[in-house]
């Protein structure tokens, strides 16, 4: 590969962190270290996809919850949401409709079996960081506060919840989420479970006054 030498100036404490991060293995110097933060950083997009996911029986009356979320996304600057629906998706579409009065691009997805199947097939419209809300939990959350927990802590996915008990609420998702979906039906809570006793997820503790 080839390289070019450079000379640069650093300020002292921005160069003491970026020293931390060698550990030689992974990062073996200073210019490796340099070399693959730059990339990391080049690579990276802020988060402006994101899935709601209001399947089942209680879709309609969680219709209200998916809409406020919308609103929010709106305002912290996603431009797409995808809401993956179920049984009563036509019923669903009908009254959220395109987006186009809330200024937001929404499409629709009736595919997958269980919440995880839903999501997984959704794997090729997903290539950077993004959102997925359960609408049976409506807890809120600070978006900003939670994409930058995510990202500070470099996690597969990090999971908002009030309840660690089942871990209902709102993900912050890396592509590479989707390789630990099985296949069929699955649930994101049991995933997420797995994923965390493994260390490739992390909890962000919602505390509801």
Same mark, same amino acid.
């Given at each position: 590969?080839?390289? *070019?030498? +450079? #000379? /640069?100036s $650093?300020?002292?404490?921005?160069?003491?962190?970026?020293?931390?991060?060698? &550990? %030689? =293995?992974?990062i073996?110097?200073?210019?490796?270290?340099?070399?693959?933060?730059?990339?990391?950083?080049?690579?990276?997009?802020?988060?402006?996809?994101?899935?709601?996911?209001?399947?089942?029986?209680?879709?309609?009356?969680a219709?209200?919850?998916?809409?406020d979320?919308?609103?929010?996304l709106?305002?912290?600057?996603? *431009?797409? +949401? #995808? /809401?993956? $629906?179920?049984?009563?998706g036509e019923?669903?579409?009908?009254?959220?409709? &395109? %987006? =186009?009065?809330l200024?937001?691009?929404i499409?629709?997805?009736?595919?997958?079996?269980?919440?995880?199947?839903?999501?997984?097939a959704?794997?090729?419209?997903?290539?950077?960081?993004?959102?997925?809300?359960?609408?049976?939990?409506s807890?809120?959350?600070?978006l900003?506060?939670?994409?930058?927990?995510?990202?500070?802590h470099?996690?597969?996915?990090?999971?908002?919840v009030?309840d660690l008990s089942?871990?209902?609420?709102?993900?912050?998702l890396?592509?590479?989420?989707?390789?630990?979906?099985?296949r069929?039906?699955?649930?994101?809570?049991?995933?997420?479970?797995?994923?965390i006793?493994?260390?490739k997820a992390?909890?962000?503790?919602?505390?509801?006054?």
């Open positions: 590969m080839d390289r *070019e030498r +450079i #000379t /640069i $650093v300020q002292k404490s921005v160069l003491h962190k970026i020293d931390k991060v060698i &550990d %030689g =293995s992974k073996r110097n200073r210019s490796h270290a340099f070399e693959t933060l730059a990339l990391e950083a080049l690579n990276s997009q802020p988060a402006n996809n994101a899935v709601i996911l209001l399947g089942g029986d209680k879709a309609l009356k219709v209200p919850h998916a809409i979320f919308i609103k929010k709106k305002n912290a600057g996603f *431009e797409h +949401i #995808t /809401i993956a $629906v179920g049984f009563l019923k669903v579409k009908e009254t959220i409709g &395109d %987006g =186009s009065d200024g937001i691009e499409s629709y997805s009736d595919k997958g079996e269980g919440s995880g199947g839903a999501l997984a959704l794997k090729q419209k997903l290539s950077n960081t993004f959102i997925v809300y359960n609408c049976e939990d807890a809120d959350v600070d900003a506060k939670l994409l930058d927990f995510h990202q500070k470099r996690s597969l996915a990090t999971a908002a009030a089942d871990l209902q609420g709102i993900y912050v890396e592509p590479g989420f989707f390789e630990i979906i099985p069929g039906f699955s649930m994101l809570p049991d995933i997420l479970e797995k994923a006793s493994l260390d992390i909890v962000y503790p919602i505390f509801e006054e």
